[in-house]
């Protein structure tokens, strides 16, 4: 017999910071965001994953940036609108966007939990599905999608470091 896969926790409604990329409309928890910023120059930081786009001073503080784009999977494209830093881990990131659409307050009942996409296929990244109004908004775990392991470099360096500190 196999053992049993527990469900993942259902997420509950509340504020999501909802955004485009590639035309579908994704959210993240409110809680997790720290502040919206246009986009700024990102100094590239050598021997890093293709999604890792370098740093940026922001207000004196070294921010690391992940093209969200690429993370994804999603064609990259060059003229993003955005960065949303974020908080994951305990360590500020900023994860870049085509275009911010609005803070929507998401009910319990219109979020769906994320479906079996078949083998080898998971919605890992996917705290669940929005849908309001004849469309759908896909709801990302920022803690997954920024998973520790995905901000290393080739050589196995860290581009940051979570010291426990800050906010």
């Not at 409110?30 to 922001?58: A, F, Q, Y």
């Not at 319990?108 to 309001?132: H, Q, R, W």
């Amino acid at each position: 017999k196999t053992p049993e896969i527990p469900a993942p926790a259902r997420v509950s409604g509340g504020k999501f910071l909802t955004f485009f990329l590639a035309k579908e409309e994704y959210g993240f928890e409110i809680l997790k965001v720290h502040e919206i910023i246009t986009l700024l120059p990102v100094t590239p930081v050598p021997r890093m994953p293709s999604h890792l786009l370098g740093v940026i001073n922001l207000r004196g503080k070294i921010i690391p940036v992940v093209d969200l784009r690429l993370k994804l999977g999603l064609p990259t494209k060059k003229d993003q609108d955005c960065i949303i830093i974020v908080r994951a881990h305990n360590i500020e990131v900023g994860v870049t966007v085509d275009q911010v659409s609005e803070v929507a307050n998401i009910a319990d009942k219109d979020i769906e939990e994320v479906p079996s996409f078949g083998e080898g296929a998971t919605g890992e990244d996917l705290l669940g599905i929005a849908k309001s109004e004849g469309h759908v908004r896909l709801l990302l775990d920022i803690d997954k999608v920024l998973a520790p392991d995905h901000l290393q470099g080739m050589a196995g360096q860290s581009l940051v470091t979570s010291s426990g500190g800050g906010k």
